[in-house]
C-alpha cells in the first residue's frame, strides 16, 4: 500500500505544472512592446517587465500577454483614431476628385456663358447699330438669367426664353415705328400677339428646344458632382460602432500583447472585420453606381455638333438670324399688328435707323467656337474616368484598407494573425452590406437597425439619379437643397470610453450561434485545470491516508 501511494504522489508531481508557468519555459521579456509602445507615444509606467496572466483583458485573448488594462485601453482608443483618420482621408480623397471634376466643368461652363455674351456685344454693336445699343439690357438680362438657372436658381428656363423674345419683339417694334407714338399699353399688345405673328421665324422655338436640353443637363451634372461630394463628406462622419472598434484592436494590436508583433492578420479575417465595420457604407454601392451611370450618360450629351459649345456660343447668331427674320418682314408685320392693336398716330422722329440696316442686306454673325470642342471632349473623357473609378468605392473599402495590412508571402496563411493565435483563419468571408453580417463571426452587428445618416444619403443618391434621368429627356426639373443636415446621430457607439473598465456594454441577443475559429484562451485555461483535478484528488487522498496510518 506505501508504495502505491509513493508512486501515486510521483505521477502527480510529474504531471502537475508548476504554478504562473505555461508548461513551457520561464515567462517571456515584454521588451519588444516597451520599445512598441513608447514608440507610439505613450509612457512605460506600469508595463510589466514580463508576461502576465491575462484574465483582466477585455479585448485580447486572455492568455499569458504583456498588456495590462490600461494599455489595452490605450491601444485600443489609438486604433479607433487611426482607423477613423484612414476612412476620412478615403473620404477627402474621393471627395477631392469630386471637387475637381465640379471646379473644371463648372468653370469651363460659365466661361463659355461669357464668351457668347462677349461674342454678342461685339458682334452686334456694329451690325445692329442703335437697335441694339438702344436694347441692350434686353440681352445682357437674358445672359444673367441663364446663369442664375445654371446656378439653380428658381428660375424657370422657359419662362426667360418667352420674356426674352417678348421683349425683343416690344422693342424692335418701337424702334422701326419710331414715327409713330407708342404707349405702353400697346407695346404690350404687340408682345401677345408673338404665338399667331411668329415674327421670329422657327428660331425662338429651335432655341427653346436646344437651350432647355443643354441647360438642364449642365445643372443637372454639376448639381450630382455637388451632391456626391456632400454625401462622400456625411457618410466620412458616421461614427463606427463600439463591437467595430474592439475588433479592430483586436485584429490590429492584440498581436503585439501576445508578444507576436511580427504577426500580421490573415486576409480572410481582416476582409470580416472590415466587411463588419463598413456594412452600412457598403449600402451605398447600388445607388451610388446609378448614380455614377447616369451622369456619365448626361456627359456625353456635352460633345458633338449639338453638344454644350456650340449650343452657348452660337446664341449670338440665333439670336441675330431671328432680328434679321422679323426685320424683312415688318411691313407684313405692322399690318397685322395694327389689325389686332389698332392703328398709331404719328408723332414720334421721322428716321428710326433700321432702314440703314436693312440696306447692307441680311446681318450675320460667325459662331466663335475656336478650340472650345476640344477642351469640352477632354473634360468629358476626364470626368468619365473618373465616375467609372469611383463606381465600386464603398464596397472595395474593406480590400483597400486591408491591402497594406494582412500577411503575404509563401505560407502566410498558415502563419497569420487569426485573432486568437498565429494560425489559419477557418470562418468563410462574409458579402457585402448590412444584411450579409448577420453570421459576422469578427463582428456583433444587429442588422435590423441600418445607420440612419447612411439611409438618409441612400436617398439624396435616388433623387439626384431621378433628375439626371429628367434631364437626359430634356425635362426641365426643379433643384432644392438637396443636403439634408437633419442627418440624426448617425450609427456611432463608440464613445471615449469606449474600452473603460466600467461596466461592460451587454450585446444584444440574437437568435444566431457565434462561431470561433479557435476557442477563447481562458476556456484552455480552465480546461487544462479541470484536467488536472483527478491527479489533485489522488495526492489529497494519498497525503490522507499516510496522516491516519501515523
Not at 477585455?58 to 479607433?80: F, H, K, V, W
Not at 501576445?258 to 451605398?284: E, F, H, I, T
Not at 476640344?374 to 483597400?400: A, C, F, G, Y
Not at 468571408?429 to 441612400?458: C, F, H, W, Y
Request: aromatic letters at 8%.
Amino acid at each position: 500500500m506505501d508504495s502505491f501511494i509513493i508512486a501515486a504522489l510521483a505521477v502527480c508531481s510529474l504531471t502537475a505544472p508548476v504554478y504562473g508557468d505555461r508548461g513551457t519555459s520561464k515567462a517571456r521579456s515584454c521588451s519588444d512592446i516597451k520599445l512598441f509602445y513608447s514608440g507610439k507615444g505613450f509612457t512605460l509606467d506600469g508595463v510589466p517587465q514580463s508576461e502576465i496572466s491575462g484574465e483582466h483583458l477585455r479585448i485580447c485573448p486572455q492568455g499569458y500577454t504583456c498588456c495590462t488594462s490600461d494599455m489595452e485601453d490605450n491601444l485600443a482608443m489609438l486604433s479607433r483614431r487611426e482607423m477613423e483618420g484612414v476612412l476620412k482621408d478615403s473620404g477627402r480623397s474621393l471627395q477631392t476628385s469630386l471637387t475637381g471634376q465640379y471646379k473644371a466643368f463648372d468653370g469651363y461652363f460659365l466661361e463659355l456663358l461669357n464668351r457668347s455674351a462677349i461674342s454678342l456685344q461685339e458682334t452686334f454693336t456694329p451690325t445692329w447699330g442703335s437697335l441694339y445699343s438702344q436694347n441692350s439690357q434686353v440681352f445682357s438680362d437674358l445672359y444673367t438669367d441663364l446663369r442664375y438657372y445654371y446656378r439653380g436658381s428658381n428660375v424657370n428656363l422657359e419662362e426667360v426664353l418667352n420674356e426674352f423674345w417678348a421683349r425683343l419683339l416690344e422693342k424692335l417694334f418701337y424702334q422701326a415705328n419710331k414715327q409713330y407714338s407708342i404707349g405702353e399699353d400697346y407695346l404690350e399688345c404687340v408682345s401677345k400677339q408673338i404665338e399667331t405673328l411668329r415674327p421670329f421665324g422657327e428660331t425662338p422655338r429651335v432655341m427653346k428646344m436646344i437651350v432647355t436640353r443643354t441647360f438642364v443637363a449642365a445643372r443637372s451634372f454639376v448639381q450630382g458632382l455637388v451632391v456626391s461630394g456632400e454625401v462622400v463628406r456625411k457618410v466620412s462622419q458616421v461614427q463606427l460602432s463600439q463591437e467595430c472598434m474592439r475588433a479592430i484592436m483586436k485584429m490590429t494590436y492584440c498581436p503585439h500583447c501576445r508578444g507576436m508583433a511580427s504577426a500580421r492578420p490573415c486576409a480572410n479575417y481582416c476582409s470580416n472585420v472590415m466587411k463588419g465595420c463598413l456594412a452600412n457604407q457598403a449600402d451605398l454601392n447600388t445607388e451610388w453606381r446609378h448614380l455614377a451611370e447616369t451622369m456619365i450618360q448626361v456627359a456625353g450629351r456635352f460633345e458633338g455638333p449639338s453638344g454644350v459649345d456650340s449650343v452657348v456660343l452660337s446664341l449670338p447668331s440665333r439670336i441675330s438670324e431671328a432680328m434679321s427674320t422679323m426685320m424683312e418682314n415688318i411691313k407684313t408685320i405692322n399690318s397685322k399688328l395694327f389689325q389686332a392693336c389698332g392703328n398709331l398716330r404719328e408723332g414720334g422722329t421721322s428716321s428710326t435707323g433700321v432702314d440703314d440696316i436693312m440696306k447692307r442686306g441680311r446681318v450675320t454673325v460667325e459662331d466663335k467656337l475656336g478650340s472650345s470642342s476640344n477642351k469640352m471632349e477632354k473634360l468629358v473623357s476626364d470626368v468619365t474616368m473618373r465616375l467609372r473609378d469611383m463606381q465600386p468605392h464603398w464596397v472595395s473599402l474593406p480590400s483597400i484598407l486591408c491591402s497594406d495590412r494582412v500577411a503575404t508571402g509563401t505560407g502566410a496563411e498558415d502563419k497569420c494573425w487569426n485573432g486568437m493565435n498565429r494560425a489559419r483563419y477557418l470562418p468563410e468571408v462574409m458579402g457585402d452590406g448590412l444584411a450579409s453580417q448577420i453570421n459576422n463571426p469578427e463582428v456583433e452587428i444587429d442588422i435590423t437597425k441600418p445607420d440612419m445618416t447612411i439611409r438618409q444619403q441612400i436617398m439624396q443618391l435616388k433623387i439626384m439619379t431621378h433628375r439626371l434621368k429628367n434631364a437626359l429627356n430634356g425635362q426641365d426639373v426643379d433643384f432644392q437643397d438637396t443636403s439634408d443636415d437633419a442627418s440624426g446621430s448617425g450609427s456611432g457607439m463608440c464613445a471615449d470610453d469606449m474600452c473603460s473598465r466600467g461596466p461592460r456594454r451587454v450585446a444584444p441577443v440574437t437568435d444566431r450561434t457565434t462561431l470561433y475559429a479557435y476557442p477563447p484562451e481562458n476556456k484552455k485555461v480552465k480546461a487544462s485545470a479541470n484536467q488536472n483535478l483527478p491527479c489533485i484528488t489522488i495526492y489529497l487522498l494519498s497525503l490522507l491516508t499516510l496522516l491516519l496510518r501515523r
